[in-house]
């Protein structure tokens, strides 16, 4: 019994946090780089950048009705002048969540330009600019909530032969979306180097209502990352990062580190494997008060292997909050693949193997 009504409050908990309007997140942030930050936009080592993503949370609970979130992304670099570049991309995105599919579908593009600010072949430092502009749409299905005038007293459950008498309420909308967003990074050699970012997401804070007549804006998200690549020895490197993101009344931190084994290197082949653990924290609300605590969400375990121009990743979200005796301490799995085409071009170590 008490698990069904942890279960219960579990699903009350999702819904109105997906009602809010919350952002999308990955646990493989750093391999979603232009949902990441818009500078992100062309910084690569190589020409054009292929990237999906997909996320699958909450199946333990939920089941056919689990949060799913895909992301596909294009992004390319264009030479200016001897050292800088011009970045230009575009990025589709999708989510879907719960039994009355709450989704949000986006399409946006982007662009960067990356300032050469000292350096030389085999090291460099980087200031980039970017933002990106698009337009997305929201919507649910109004039929599959359960409103509380509809709880039979007389049956003790759910009646859904009674009308909600809900009125006023459109079913999707569409709205602009801005962003803009900074990045500086160091390349010290081919081996080692470090950068440090912070993006504006939700500019304009378009109206999220599903009420005629109601205004309820889209809370801005400010998000600040750093991260880098290591070399320990010949055979051994470590990758950390840090994602720190800011919305609304909603606070998250993912923060951890990557082991990353090098197979093998040469000048026109890599091969290298990751395994890491991840943890990531959030804000918690007490009811009836205002103030929220910090609690732990979740432990990710994750994987990535790099072959050439592909990178693969795999994580899995373990679920260590409050909630974990409803999920079974199942969170959710995700898959990223990245996949590069380069030129002919060469000046050298251009940026971080994102």
């Known amino acids: 019994m ?12 999702l819904g109105v946090f997906s009602l809010q309007g919350q952002d999308i997140h990955f646990s493989q942030f750093y391999m979603s780089p232009t949902n990441l930050n818009p500078a992100m936009t062309g910084v690569i080592n190589g020409n054009i950048r292929l990237v999906a ?3 699958n949370q909450w ?11 895909y992301s596909v992304s294009y992004d390319q670099r264009i030479p200016v002048g001897r050292y800088d570049y011009f970045g230009i991309g575009g990025t589709f995105w999708g989510d879907r969540a719960g039994e009355a599919d709450f989704a949000t579908v986006t399409g946006k593009v982007s662009g960067s330009y990356s300032k050469y600010m000292g350096g030389n072949r085999k090291q460099s430092n980087y200031l980039v600019v970017g933002a990106e502009a698009g337009v997305a749409q929201r919507s649910i299905d109004f039929i599959n909530l359960r409103w509380g005038n509809q709880f039979s007293t007389d049956l003790g459950a759910f009646d859904p032969n009674v009308d909600s008498m809900e009125e006023g309420f459109i079913d999707n909308f569409t709205f602009a979306d801005l962003a803009a967003g900074l990045l500086w990074f160091t390349v010290f050699n081919e081996n080692n180097n470090f950068y440090l970012g912070g993006a504006f997401h939700h500019l304009a804070r378009a109206n999220q209502s599903f009420r005629e007549g109601v205004e309820d804006p889209l809370y801005s998200r400010f998000t600040v990352h750093a991260g880098g690549e290591f070399l320990l020895n010949s055979k051994l490197g470590l990758a950390p990062g840090i994602i720190i993101m800011s919305q609304g009344p909603s606070f998250q931190v993912n923060a951890g580190n990557s082991f990353r084994f090098l197979l093998g290197r040469t000048k026109t082949s890599y091969q290298a494997f990751s395994i890491g653990l991840w943890a990531r924290i959030a804000n918690k609300f007490q009811e009836g008060s205002e103030s929220t605590t910090i609690h732990s969400d979740a432990a990710i375990l994750s994987t990535r292997f790099d072959y050439n121009n592909f990178s693969l990743g795999f994580s899995y979200d373990v679920n260590i909050s409050s909630l974990s005796t409803a999920s079974n301490s199942n969170g959710g799995f995700e898959f990223a693949l990245i996949y590069r085409i380069l030129g002919p071009e060469k000046r050298g170590v251009y940026c971080p193997n994102f």
Request: hydrophobic letters at 40%; aromatic letters at 20%; a positive charge.
């Open 2 to 13: 008490k698990k069904f009504q942890l279960l219960i409050i579990f699903t009350f908990s």
């Open 53 to 55: 993503n997909y996320r």
């Open 59 to 69: 199946a333990s609970v939920l089941r056919s009705n689990s949060f799913r979130t």
